[in-house]
């Protein structure tokens, strides 16, 4: 692609283009030899900076190569000719050697970097260069040749030329060791035992025995092996070992070669000694008849009357006799061991030697084959398939001796990776199998169709859980891989018939080791509990009794139905049951026991209307309130019952030092019940009832004690309006 950048060199390009009217291309000159590239060009007023009126550089990377260049042999177009090393100022003068003697001639010469086809770079001895002298010093091709002073062919190393052609005088070898006696060159004769010169140049004279063979070398005919000397043993090695003239002549380890007249491979008696194998011989001689080609050892025997293997027989074992074998088991077919052939048709046999046991006669071919070990058929196959009695086999994928009935392979003997077995299940699992033990795995190991019963080997022992608390008593038991319903997998409960007694259970106010933990086990004391009859689940109220103090009793607010275990010790509280609840405040262990004080300013227990409450072995002491300091009971149609509890030291300041019933068509029932030492500051120091007006109230007390209990109306009981008060053993 070319990029045509226009320009005028010198102020403002507007205003030279505007006043220059001869604008002319210029070319970038890379390399600064004065020529630039073509595909670089710019139009301009004058030349830019690097740039030239000159084009056609070939390589503007090189300032040796523009046009115009010198050409030289570099394998380059230097002059940018499109021609690589034409005309090469440094190219070399070629000769045509037409008669390929390495020799030119100067007619038909050229110049060229590389050397032509069928020239040479010399020529044959004429006036090359026209110099008026034939081949002068200095020509190609010239050689050197050595001065041969005595003429014996060989010439001196120390004096040479160097021409094209040997001058007179002059050989071209240079290994005369005495170039002034021409008896001396190598290779020369030496045969005078006691001529003291070196005549073949080999660094010994005649009478010297470099070989140390006992014989100078004038008498040697290889002074330099000490295995060749006159008298030597002749051997087979090209050489003439015994100097006798003759290689390898009557060799001691020659080779005897018999005539073969009849060229096949085997000759006669008649022998010669010889290194080589002489033609028309061979190494064997036993042949029996040399003079027939189709005589000799190995040769096939005929019915012909002649011994034409050389076996010493005539016509045994003839190719074209008839055989037979012997039939020692008379099935029919013959020992292939026993052949006989005859050419009389004589016979021993049968005509077949196939039988492969000659001595069963339940085994020849067509024999049908069992599965016994053995070839009877003698296919060359023992057991093959298709045998009498094969065996179905199935394959064993996981190798636990059990295979899958899916995969079978018939056959005499089990084929690799398959056993007798198909009553494998899971035949990629080697655990699975029905020798295996069943385990609790999800899985039928033994294969007898179930899956995890229970006579599994690692089943777990589980038992019967009647409270379903999650641990089971020890009144049945089931072993089992999965946990059968209403059984858990432990049997240590210690009363299966509470679901909120068990080993770690939370101990509650009940009056048990509702944990488990009978050892030194005797009470719950310190223990609180609600039982929630909605969450039929116990609650743990201890932490929060255990927070009243004579100082400062806590406030209890029971505000669903259910039932409130208070066991032994001595509470701080004031507890308040909400209206219109079915609840109950128990001291499973008796108001000697469990006591709730109010801590003389608070009245220990409030009960609501409308709902049955029910107090039972607690003592409520020293409660303080203006009604009711121990127990003040609503109205509305509400039932109240009190057993076997105490009242101790209440007071009220108003009515009713112990308790305080109001009188809304009430039930008050109190059982063996003790009010003692209990004060009003106006009625009723034990119990005062209807004192607000009011229903009509029953008041029923039953073998319960008055003691001590003080009032300025009424120490012991104080009733006013319609009360109906039933007493038995008061």
């Known amino acids: ?71 030289t042999c570099n394998g380059r177009d230097d002059d940018c000719n499109t021609l690589a090393d034409d005309d090469a100022t440094d190219a070399a003068t070629w000769y045509p050697d037409d008669d390929a003697d390495s020799y030119g001639t100067a007619s038909g010469s050229t110049q060229a970097c ?130 006798n003239g003759d290689d390898d002549d009557d060799a001691a380890d020659a080779s005897t070669w018999y005539a073969d007249a009849d060229a096949d491979g085997f000759g006669g008696s008649s022998g010669e000694l010889a290194c080589e194998q002489p033609p028309g011989a061979v190494a064997d001689n036993t042949d029996c008849d040399d003079g027939d080609a189709g005589v000799a050892p190995g040769a096939a025997e005929t019915c012909n009357g002649d011994d034409d293997d050389c076996d010493g027989q005539v016509d045994n074992d003839a190719i074209d006799g008839t055989s037979s074998w012997t039939d020692a088991d008379g099935d029919g077919y013959g020992d292939p061991a026993s052949e006989v052939i005859d050419c009389d048709g004589s016979g021993v046999g049968v005509g077949n030697g196939d039988d492969c046991d000659d001595t069963e006669v339940w085994t020849f071919p067509g024999a049908p084959e069992t599965c016994d070990g053995t070839d009877e058929n003698c296919d060359g196959q023992v057991d093959e398939s298709g045998a009498v009695g094969e065996s179905t086999w199935y394959a064993d994928h996981d190798s636990d001796g059990f295979g899958e009935v899916a995969t079978t392979s018939l056959g005499c003997d089990a084929p690799a990776g398959y056993v007798a077995d198909g009553t494998d299940c899971d035949d990629y699992d080697a655990g699975t199998n029905p020798g295996a033990n069943e385990t609790c795995d999800g899985e039928d190991d033994d294969c007898d169709g179930e899956v995890d019963e229970d006579e599994a080997s690692d089943a777990p022992t589980w038992y019967l859980d009647l409270d379903a608390d999650g641990y089971g008593g020890l009144t049945g038991s089931l072993v089992a891989c999965a946990a059968p319903s209403g059984y858990a997998a432990t049997g240590d409960d210690c009363d299966d018939n509470d679901a909120f007694a068990y080993p770690g259970a939370e101990e509650l106010c009940d009056g048990k080791a509702t944990d488990c933990a ?14 929630s009859d909605a969450d039929e689940a116990w609650t743990d109220w201890t932490d929060l009794f255990a927070t009243g103090t004579v100082a400062s009793p806590v406030a209890i607010d029971v505000t669903e139905d259910g039932q409130l275990n208070v066991c032994p010790g001595t509470w701080y509280v004031s507890v308040t049951v909400d209206d219109y609840l079915v609840a109950s405040v128990v001291g499973p262990e008796g108001a000697a026991s469990t006591v709730l004080d109010g801590g003389g300013s608070s009245r220990v227990m409030q009960t609501g209307g409308g709902g049955t ?7 409520l002491r020293d409660g303080y309130a203006n009604y009711g300091g121990g127990l003040y009971a609503s109205s509305y149609y509400s039932t109240l019952t009190v057993t076997d509890c105490i009242f101790s030291g209440n007071e009220a300041y108003s009515d009713g030092g112990a308790a305080f019933l109001s009188n809304q068509s009430e039930t008050y029932t109190f059982t063996r019940v003790v009010f003692e030492n209990n004060n009003a500051g106006s009625r009723g120091g034990g119990i005062c009832i209807g004192c607000t007006g009011g229903g009509y109230s029953i008041l029923n007390l039953v073998d319960s004690e008055f003691t001590g209990n003080t009032a300025p109306y009424g120490g012991g009981t104080y009733t006013l309006y319609d009360v109906d008060v039933v007493a038995s053993g008061v």
């Open 114 to 243: 590389e050397q032509p086809t069928g020239f040479v770079d010399n020529d044959d001895g004429i006036d090359n260069d026209g110099a008026g002298e034939v081949d002068e010093p200095g020509s190609e091709g010239e050689a050197s040749f050595f001065l041969d002073a005595d003429g014996d062919g060989a010439g001196d190393a120390s004096l040479s030329v160097t021409s094209c052609a040997a001058p007179e005088g002059y050989v071209e070898t240079s290994d005369d060791c005495d170039d002034y006696d021409a008896s001396t060159y190598p290779g020369a004769p030496e045969a005078d035992c006691t001529d003291p010169v070196d005549h073949n140049c080999d660094g010994s004279v005649g009478y010297a025995d470099a070989d140390l063979d006992a014989y100078p070398a004038c008498a040697d005919c290889d002074d330099a092996d000490a295995s060749q000397f006159p008298g030597a043993t002749e051997v087979c090695n090209g050489e003439d070992d015994d100097c």
């Open 1 to 71: 692609m070319m990029i045509l950048l226009l320009a005028c060199s010198g102020g403002d390009d507007a205003l030279d283009s505007a006043l220059c009217a001869d604008e002319a291309w210029f070319y970038y000159d890379a390399d600064g030899d004065g020529y630039g590239n073509v595909d670089q060009p710019t139009m301009a007023c004058s030349a830019p900076a690097g740039y030239r009126v000159d084009y056609g550089d070939c390589d503007d990377l090189d300032p040796a190569t523009h046009p115009g260049a010198a050409e």
């Open 518 to 531: 009978d050892s030194g086990w005797t009470t719950d004391a310190g223990i609180v509990s609600f039982f």
């Open 613 to 619: 409450v029910a107090l039972e072995g607690i003592t």
